[in-house]
């Protein structure tokens, strides 16, 4: 959900979100584990009062448009098949997964 949302909102499309981001040296990013999720902005703060505007409605108004549920879904197949190839990241999903059987069984 918070990648899709990072990626446009109500009054800044995906392409106007992406150029108005790059202007503005301003990266939006999320983070999520089992206790909780977040969105990240890394930015210059000079500058943090004209981008107010712009970071509030990009993460108070998302807008979840088809188009971006896809994207978001395509980039993460892709990285769940690469996991497989990089060892340390490959194990790592393996202890989730027993992780997740253990628990389902108490």
């Known amino acids: 959900m918070l990648n899709v949302a990072s990626e446009a909102s109500a ?6 979100c ?10 939006i990013g999320d983070s999520a584990s089992y206790d909780y999720s977040r969105c990240l902005w890394q930015r210059p703060v000079p500058t943090l009062i004209v981008r107010g505007r712009f ?11 088809k188009e971006d549920v896809a994207l978001v879904q395509a980039r993460i197949v ?4 690469d996991d497989a190839d ?3 990241t490959y194990l790592q999903r393996l202890q ?3 992780r997740l059987r253990w628990s389902s069984l108490s």
């Open 11 to 16: 009054n800044f499309p995906a392409s106007l």
């Open 18 to 27: 992406a150029k108005t981001s790059r202007a503005m040296g301003t990266v």
């Open 96 to 98: 989730e997964a027993r």
């Open 55 to 65: 970071l509030q409605t990009v993460a108070l108004r998302p807008s979840f448009t």
């Open 78 to 81: 892709a990285s769940l098949r």
């Open 86 to 88: 990089q060892p340390d």
